[in-house]
Every structure is written in C-alpha cells, then in structure tokens.
C-alpha cells in the first residue's frame, strides 16, 4: 500500500464518521456482514440439500444473496417433493403437513392387512382340501358325501 493509498483510507475513514466513533461503526458493519455471511451459508447448504432430491433443483425459487431459504415461497410441486423425500428438512421449513406419513401408515396397514387375507386365505384353502378328501373318502366307502350316511 502506498503513502498515497494510506492517506486516501485515512482521509476516506475520517469522512465517513466525522464524530471519531468509527470503532463502533465498524465492529456494527462487521457484525452485520458476518450475520450476512452466515445466513447465507446456512441457505447455501438448505439449497444443497434441496438439490439431492429428484427434479427438486430446478423448481427452487431466486432468493437475495444473504437472505434465508423459505419454504413458503415454495411452489406445492417442490414442497410436496420435500416433504415425501426430506421429512426433517420439510418440517424444519415449514412444509410438513403430515401427508406423506399418513400415506405411509396406510400403506403399512394395507400390508399388514393383505398379510392377515393371505393367511386366511391359505388357511381355508387347507380346510378345502381337508373337506374335498373326506368326501372323496365317503364316497368311496360308500357313503353320502354330504350327509355321511351309507348309501344303499
């Protein structure tokens, strides 16, 4: 930095707070840029995350450079692809509405009650068999298939 450069930041730092409080002034705009900073680091890794999902990328929304992600400003499209791929990141946006985790336990009631059918299913298809073997049985020996008495 040149004599000239120095004079100019001096002269330029002076002008700016002529009261001579440019300490506080700075550590204020300091403050505010880290928090800038921050904020949009933390949106960068929200986007990211975003990303990872499935046809998401392209339908997030153009924010301002150091503001936060908001999912309100998200289309249902991208909400409902949060929501059924990130929960977690869907409920710490704003978006969860409980709709994929009630399709999720109707599913696994359909399953639990598709288990419970076949069961049954198998169940009466041995009892079939049971009975399809006794009456051959009868009539074989002799007998009324339905009723089981001798036939004459």
């Known amino acids: 930095m040149t004599i000239f450069q120095i004079s100019q930041t001096m002269t330029l730092s002076q002008t700016h707070n002529p009261e001579g409080n440019s300490s506080q002034l700075d550590a204020e705009i300091n403050a505010a840029f880290n928090s800038t900073e921050a904020t949009e680091q933390r949106a960068l890794d929200i986007e990211k995350r975003i990303k990872n999902i499935p046809s998401a990328a392209s339908l997030l929304p153009k924010r301002r ?88």
């Open 65 to 152: 450079y150091g503001t936060p992600v908001k999912g309100e400003s998200f289309g249902l499209t991208l909400s409902s692809l949060v929501e059924s791929n990130d929960p977690e990141l869907g409920a710490f946006l704003g978006l969860s509405t409980g709709y994929w985790k009630r399709k999720q336990a109707e599913e696994e009631a359909q399953k639990i009650a598709n288990e419970a059918m076949m069961k049954q299913t198998e169940e009466l298809r041995t009892k079939n068999q049971s009975d399809a073997h006794l009456r051959q049985q009868r009539v074989m020996r002799g007998f009324n298939p339905v009723t089981g008495a001798k036939i004459i």
